[in-house]
């Protein structure tokens, strides 16, 4: 027969913060499949970078480049600023940062909303740049179409 081990609190502490833990781990994950979707960016920009020279769409181009460059570095600094957060949250898992539970709290928190920042950010600048070059696929079409 089974036992029914009683849940502590301590226990119920850990496990809230392996969910912590766990959210991390996505949260770079996430960040890592932008720096894939930002490379495919930067490439799609420079694949019709022709028909931007032909529009007056080339100055909107070079801001959208620089602002996935920005967002890149922002990223990376992220990325890094979680991968720490991550550490200490398996130290506080080890009972190794016990007094300092609350100030990782907020920590996560205030990492949660640069987070969801940064990936709010990434799509804006995504939806832009899809629209922009559909709008030259759309123009080359026409083109095409007339000749």
């Not at 301590?10 to 960040?31: A, D, F, G, P, V």
Request: include cysteine; glycine fraction near 2%.
């Amino acid at each position: 027969m089974k036992k029914n081990v009683p849940i502590t609190k301590n226990s119920q502490i850990k496990s809230s913060i392996i969910e912590l833990k766990n959210e991390t781990s996505e949260w770079i994950s996430e960040i890592k499949f932008i720096y894939i979707e930002q490379d495919f960016l930067e490439e799609l920009l420079a694949e019709h970078v022709m028909g931007l020279c032909k529009t007056n769409n080339y100055s909107q181009a070079k801001l959208f480049l620089k602002g996935i460059t920005h967002e890149r570095k922002l990223g990376k600094l992220l990325e890094e600023e979680i991968r720490n957060h991550n550490v200490n949250l398996a130290l506080l898992i080890e009972n190794i940062y016990l007094k300092k539970e609350d100030s990782f709290r907020d920590k996560h928190k205030v990492l949660l909303s640069e987070v969801k920042n940064y990936i709010q950010n990434f799509k804006y600048i995504k939806e832009k740049v899809f629209e922009l070059v559909l709008q030259i696929m759309k123009s080359e079409k026409k083109k095409k179409l007339l000749l």
